[in-house]
């Protein structure tokens, strides 16, 4: 029984702590298979070793359930949760799309609580309950600790969120929409439900205020000449924006992080940018 139970734990601890990176980083899996790609590989070299060390074949089984078994039920049960394989993308190459979804503070928020709690949990459990001390998930544990308290530190410092619709050629018109606190996922068809026009996810601007709190806008576009009727659409129209001067920054096709730091006059002064893709 505590066989099972410790594989469980090892388990279910791994694969927290490479869901919660694939959550901090934006919910790109890259990060987070490197990590488990690492930690097996480490894992099947010490079995390695026992082999090459001339260990019974019952001892070597042993090492290789303690080992790798765990890290690689944990990958399994991480590209699962995070959708699937992707047999059908090898098979035919496509161009990465954007993702339209936006993850909000609030889910960030229960994240990070989930992962601290579950943390506190199973640290302990790794040291002074299990048989032998589990030191590889101990620090596991404190790994996910440690992110756990700084995303969480770092969400409360939003103030708000929006989404920023731009309209035209040139995004001659912007549109908002305030994210409601308690949304966990919002998506295009949320804040604009006209299917005739195609909306781009262009990035994300952080405006940094002067109470040291800072406001989180998703950017999308509909790139068109036409007019659009805005009437029917829950998006509300701005009237200014404090980095309407710096919208070059963003293009399509492009998805960018921008920083900017707003005046007491209510203008943004840019700070830095990341191209995303």
């Given at each position: 029984?505590?066989?099972?139970v410790e594989?469980?734990?090892?388990?279910?601890?791994?694969?927290?702590?490479?869901?919660?990176?694939?959550?901090?980083?934006?919910?790109?899996?890259?990060?987070?298979?490197?990590?488990?790609?690492?930690?097996?590989l480490y894992?099947?070299?010490?079995?390695?070793?026992?082999?090459?060390?001339?260990?019974?074949?019952?001892?070597?089984?042993?090492?290789?359930?303690?080992?790798?078994?765990?890290?690689?039920?944990?990958?399994?049960?991480?590209?699962?949760?995070?959708?699937?394989?992707?047999?059908?993308?090898?098979?035919?190459?496509?161009?990465?799309?954007?993702?339209?979804?936006?993850?909000?503070?609030?889910?960030?928020?229960?994240?990070?609580?989930?992962?601290?709690?579950?943390?506190?949990?199973?640290?302990?459990?790794?040291?002074?309950v299990m048989?032998?001390?589990?030191?590889?998930?101990?620090?596991?544990?404190?790994?996910?600790?440690?992110?756990?308290?700084?995303?969480?530190?770092?969400?409360?410092?939003?103030?708000?969120?929006?989404?920023?619709?731009?309209?035209?050629?040139?995004?001659?018109?912007?549109?908002?929409?305030?994210?409601?606190?308690?949304?966990?996922?919002?998506?295009?068809?949320?804040?604009?439900?006209?299917?005739?026009?195609?909306?781009?996810?262009?990035?994300?601007?952080?405006?940094?205020?002067?109470?040291?709190?800072?406001?989180?806008?998703?950017?999308?576009?509909?790139?068109?000449?036409?007019?659009?009727?805005?009437?029917?659409?829950?998006?509300?129209?701005?009237?200014?924006?404090?980095?309407?001067?710096?919208?070059?920054?963003?293009?399509?096709?492009?998805?960018?992080?921008?920083?900017?730091?707003?005046?007491?006059?209510?203008?943004?002064?840019?700070?830095?940018?990341?191209?995303?893709?």
């Open positions: 029984m505590d066989f099972i594989l469980i734990y090892s388990s279910v601890s791994t694969f927290i702590l490479a869901y919660f990176i694939y959550v901090i980083f934006g919910r790109k899996r890259k990060i987070s298979v490197i990590i488990l790609s690492i930690m097996i894992q099947v070299i010490a079995v390695l070793q026992g082999v090459g060390r001339g260990y019974p074949i019952e001892a070597v089984i042993i090492l290789f359930i303690y080992g790798p078994t765990p890290t690689i039920f944990a990958f399994f049960l991480f590209m699962t949760f995070t959708g699937g394989f992707g047999v059908a993308r090898i098979r035919k190459r496509k161009l990465k799309s954007i993702s339209s979804h936006i993850q909000t503070k609030r889910l960030t928020e229960l994240a990070s609580i989930m992962v601290i709690i579950v943390s506190i949990i199973l640290a302990p459990i790794a040291i002074f048989e032998e001390p589990n030191y590889l998930i101990f620090i596991v544990c404190i790994i996910s600790l440690a992110l756990g308290i700084y995303m969480l530190i770092s969400v409360i410092q939003i103030k708000m969120e929006k989404v920023i619709l731009f309209v035209g050629k040139n995004k001659e018109k912007f549109y908002f929409y305030d994210i409601p606190k308690n949304a966990l996922k919002v998506e295009v068809k949320d804040f604009y439900k006209n299917e005739m026009y195609i909306v781009d996810a262009i990035g994300e601007a952080t405006l940094y205020l002067e109470d040291k709190k800072y406001e989180k806008h998703y950017l999308y576009w509909i790139a068109t000449s036409e007019k659009i009727d805005m009437k029917n659409e829950v998006v509300e129209e701005m009237r200014a924006l404090s980095y309407k001067e710096h919208l070059d920054h963003f293009e399509k096709y492009h998805y960018k992080k921008v920083v900017f730091k707003e005046n007491r006059n209510g203008t943004a002064v840019f700070i830095k940018e990341k191209i995303v893709k």
